[in-house]
């Protein structure tokens, strides 16, 4: 069975720095994508960031981006210039290619200090 | 946009009452996701379903139940609630192959 670990329950960051949010996964895939997911407080879970596994370039979207490392099947996210609003909790999620079911981390919730 | 909605956020039910949490989603999605989200436990798959008709248990769907009757609509089902089933809810749905896209959540209190 495919799991997905965030080792990190807890993470925080300055506003205006950087912080990175890890993720690890286990597979026997090679085909598969990965996920970034945000869920703000009592607000809705909504999508960050997706990579490809066949893509060799890390995903990047505005002051969000990936470093995918397929050999250690490592998915951390940065998130740079941190902003108030992206205090969250954030799920690192896996899907296989083929398949329909996803699987989730346990998630790390980010504080945004002032 | 797409657009999930389910029919509740909050919701108190008793020990031993029957559930009924709907979710609709507006874009034509084949797949539907039922989760149940517990701090330090992330989201466990309940159900999913990828078709009419169609459903396949996930990683915990002891004390559920689900139903799609119609592609727009995803139900989940507690037949008889019981104290350990209070959690946030979480319906999903996606395009066969693409990312999911969630609904606001239920938070579900049985007393």
């Known amino acids: 069975a495919q799991t997905v670990t965030q080792s990190q329950p807890e993470m925080s960051v300055q506003e205006a720095e950087t912080v990175t949010l890890s993720c690890t996964y286990d597979?026997?895939?090679?085909?598969?994508?990965l996920f970034w997911y945000k869920q703000p407080p009592s607000r809705q879970m909504i999508l960050v960031i997706r990579?490809?596994?066949?893509?060799?370039q890390n995903a990047t979207e505005n002051r969000f981006s990936v470093n995918f490392q397929k050999a250690a099947k490592s998915f951390s996210l940065k998130i740079s210039d941190s902003q108030l609003g992206d205090a969250a909790m954030y799920f690192c999620?896996?899907?296989?290619?083929?398949?329909?079911?996803?699987?989730f981390g346990t998630g790390t919730s980010l504080t945004v200090i002032p | 946009d797409v657009k999930v909605t389910q029919s509740s956020r909050y919701l108190v039910k008793r020990t031993g009452e029957k559930v009924f949490l709907e979710c609709v989603q507006d874009?034509?999605?084949?797949?539907m996701f039922w989760y149940r989200q517990d701090p330090g436990l992330g989201l466990r798959l309940i159900y999913f379903?990828?078709?009419?008709?169609?459903?396949e248990k996930g990683d915990i769907p002891e004390g559920y139940s689900v139903s799609r009757e119609k592609k727009e609509r995803f139900s989940l089902i507690l037949e008889s609630a019981s104290t350990n089933q209070t959690s946030m809810y979480l319906c999903?749905?996606?395009?066969?192959?693409?990312?999911?896209?969630f609904g606001p959540g239920t938070r579900l209190t049985v007393t």
């Open positions: 999903a749905s996606s395009l066969q192959g693409l990312e999911q896209y």
């Open positions: 597979t026997s895939e090679s085909d598969y994508y």
């Open positions: 990579q490809e596994a066949y893509k060799q």
């Open positions: 999620a896996y899907r296989r290619n083929t398949g329909n079911q996803f699987y």
């Open positions: 874009m034509d999605h084949e797949n």
């Open positions: 379903s990828y078709d009419v008709k169609m459903k």
